[in-house]
C-alpha cells in the first residue's frame, strides 16, 4: 500500500509518500479501499508535535476517510465486501490508498454522497453534534451561536441546527465565507472581524440573548461570550488554546455552564448515538458537507498549508 508517513514532527514537508506493507483485518476489523481522505487541523497538529503524547512518528496521519471495503474478518456482520463506507478513525490513518479500522469505526454511506463528501463526515459532524446535543443538551426552538461558522465544523453545526429547528446565528471572515454560512442555514450572519461586532449580533437578534455558543477560540472570545449569554445558557468549548479570561461572578449570574468537547475521549456509546443519528441524517439528504478544495494525496504538504489560507471554508479533502 501507498500511505504519506510522518518520520519526524515539523511543517507539511515532513509527510512523504513511502511504500508500505499491506493491510489484513484480524478480528472484528475491516480493510477499506480509500476512496477520498478528509483533512482536519487536528492532523496538522498531530504533524507538527503539538500533542507528542497522543501520536509519535512514524506514524500515518488522518482520522477521516470514505471508499470501499475491500476485506473483513469472518466474524464482520453489518458490512460487505464492495459496501460505500465513511471512516471515523482508523488503526492505521487515512492518509494512504488503504486504511484498516475497528468495525465500530465504519458507517454506511448512502449512494447520494460522493467519497469525498463522505470523507467529510467523521471528525466535522461528530463534534458539532457532541457539542449541541450531547454537551449543551440544545433544544429546538433555541438560539445558538456558532463562532467560525464557515469551517469544518461551524458549518455541520449550521446544517445540523438548522435542520434540527434551532434559530441560527453564525461569524465568518470574508464577504464570501458569510454567504456560505447563511446559504447552509444560519438566520444571521457577521463578520467575526468587524469591530463592534458582538453588539450586531444582539441588534440583529432584536436584543435577544443566545442559549447555546459554539467556541471554537475560547482563549480570545470566553469573556465577551458571557456578555451574549441567555439566562442558564451553556457556552461549549471546541476549539482554543492556553488560558482563557472571564467573569466567575458574571457565569454564576447567569446560572450559566462553560463545557468542552473531544470526540477522542467520548465514550463509544455516545459515538455509536451520533454516527446513527447522522446516518439517518444521510438518507434523508438534510446535511451534506461543503468543500473548499480536493487535492492528490501526493499533494498532502500543500493541503495542509491551505488550511490557514484566507478565505478558507468548509472541509479540504485529499483523493489517493
Not at 479501499?33 to 498531530?46: C, F, Q, R, S
Not at 463522505?118 to 446535543?133: E, H, M, P, Q, S
Not at 436584543?207 to 441567555?230: F, T, W, Y
Not at 446560572?255 to 467520548?266: E, F, G, Q, R, T
Amino acid at each position: 500500500m501507498k500511505a504519506m508517513l510522518v518520520k519526524q514532527f515539523g511543517d507539511p514537508d515532513v509527510m512523504k509518500m513511502t511504500e508500505m506493507n499491506d493491510l489484513a483485518p484480524v478480528v472484528d476489523q475491516i480493510l477499506v479501499e480509500v476512496k477520498a481522505a478528509g483533512i482536519n487541523p487536528k492532523d496538522a497538529a498531530y504533524r507538527s508535535g503539538a500533542y507528542p503524547e497522543l501520536k509519535s512518528p512514524p506514524f500515518v496521519p488522518g482520522i477521516d476517510a470514505a471508499g470501499i471495503v475491500k476485506k473483513t474478518d469472518p466474524w464482520v456482520r453489518k458490512f460487505n465486501v464492495g459496501d460505500r463506507v465513511y471512516v471515523s478513525g482508523s488503526l492505521t490513518g487515512t492518509y494512504a490508498n488503504e486504511v484498516l479500522c475497528e468495525s465500530s469505526q465504519v458507517y454506511h454511506l448512502p449512494d447520494s454522497y460522493t467519497f469525498a463528501e463522505g470523507a467529510c463526515l467523521g471528525v466535522a459532524y461528530a463534534t458539532a453534534f457532541r457539542a449541541i446535543f450531547q454537551r449543551a443538551k440544545g433544544i429546538p426552538g433555541e438560539t445558538i451561536l456558532v463562532h467560525g461558522a464557515s469551517g469544518g465544523v461551524g458549518l455541520a453545526a449550521v446544517q445540523l441546527a438548522s435542520t434540527c429547528g434551532f434559530n441560527v446565528i453564525g461569524t465568518a471572515g470574508s464577504p464570501q465565507a458569510m454567504e456560505i454560512v447563511r446559504r447552509e442555514g444560519a438566520n444571521i450572519v457577521v463578520n467575526h472581524h468587524e469591530a463592534g461586532y458582538f453588539q450586531q449580533i444582539l441588534k440583529l437578534n432584536h436584543g435577544e440573548k443566545v442559549d447555546v455558543i459554539l467556541e471554537m477560540q475560547a482563549d480570545l472570545n470566553l469573556e465577551k461570550d458571557l456578555s451574549l449569554l441567555a439566562y442558564q445558557g451553556r457556552i461549549v468549548v471546541i476549539g482554543g488554546m492556553g488560558p482563557a479570561k472571564f467573569n466567575i461572578s458574571q457565569l454564576k449570574g447567569l446560572d450559566a455552564a462553560i463545557l468542552a468537547v473531544s470526540l477522542l475521549i467520548a465514550p463509544p456509546e455516545d459515538l455509536q448515538i451520533i454516527h446513527t443519528a447522522l446516518q439517518r441524517l444521510l438518507l434523508k439528504g438534510t446535511i451534506k458537507p461543503v468543500i473548499y478544495k480536493e487535492f492528490p494525496l501526493t499533494e498532502a504538504p500543500q493541503a495542509h498549508r491551505s488550511l490557514t489560507e484566507s478565505g478558507h471554508y468548509g472541509k479540504i479533502v485529499l483523493i489517493p
